[in-house]
């Protein structure tokens, strides 16, 4: 059956250390994937996607690269804030690419 | 310009009975989700609209689960006889056409409906 993993399900780091978030997958051969961040009582907020013929991809401080032999997503927040802290989804495509599927998420906590 | 808005933001009904949950989408965005996020779950599909097309209904958990969408727009998606398996938070999103498989445009979320059955 079809699965996404995100690494954990709490991660904490020090403020100005570099953050990286994993999303696996298994029986899927999305044509991109994408990466969203959800605070407490508020919907995921798009932040990038990468296409499944792109490496990696880059916007500020993130980092999202997409390996589809090993079929999985790092992503990355460098020098990391206080601000950064909450839970980041992973996203694939359905095949019908009307919907997507969703890991659990992984819950950041920067200490300042 | 607005983003996404449900309504209500919190509901509490007692098992049995019906709700009604309601999505404004984005102006203009013809495409529009539902999506269920249970406590410590990850984001289910239920349904999907795109423009006049019939709607993909593939993720809806059981018949008791209905959804339309009047003039393209606003959606509601309806719970009849509730349970308390189906607390949990409803989200809508909407993005625009999305023209091919290889194309995928941003889904603009909600900020959901909290639904608790008791």
């Known amino acids: 059956s079809q699965k996404i993993e995100q690494n954990s399900e709490a991660l904490n780091i020090q403020e100005g250390k570099t953050a990286t978030l994993t999303c696996n997958y298994t029986n899927y051969s999305p044509a991109y994937l994408q990466w969203y961040r959800q605070d407490p009582g508020r919907g995921p907020v798009f932040l990038l996607l990468i296409r499944e013929n792109e490496k990696e991809k880059r916007k500020e401080r993130l980092k999202v690269t997409f390996d589809t032999t090993l079929k999985q997503s790092l992503f990355h927040i460098t020098a990391s804030q206080p601000a950064d802290s909450a839970t980041y989804l992973c996203a694939l495509a359905g095949t019908g690419a009307n919907n997507l599927f969703f890991g659990t998420g992984t819950r950041l906590t920067v200490i300042p | 310009g607005a983003g996404v808005s449900q309504s209500p933001s919190n509901k509490v009904t007692e098992k049995g009975k019906d709700v009604e949950l309601r999505c404004d989408p984005i102006s203009g965005h013809t495409a529009l989700y539902w999506y269920r996020q249970s406590l410590g779950q990850g984001l289910e599909f239920l349904i999907y609209f795109q423009g006049n097309s019939a709607p993909d209904k593939s993720g809806l958990p059981s018949d008791r689960f209905s959804a339309e969408r009047t003039g393209g727009s606003v959606s509601t998606l309806t719970i009849q006889r509730t349970q308390q398996e189906d607390s949990a938070v409803y989200l809508c999103?909407?993005?625009?056409?999305?023209?091919?498989?290889?194309?995928?445009?941003?889904?603009?979320f909600g900020p959901g409906t909290r639904l608790l059955v008791l």
């Open positions: 999103a909407s993005s625009l056409f999305v023209p091919s498989y290889y194309l995928q445009e941003t889904q603009y």
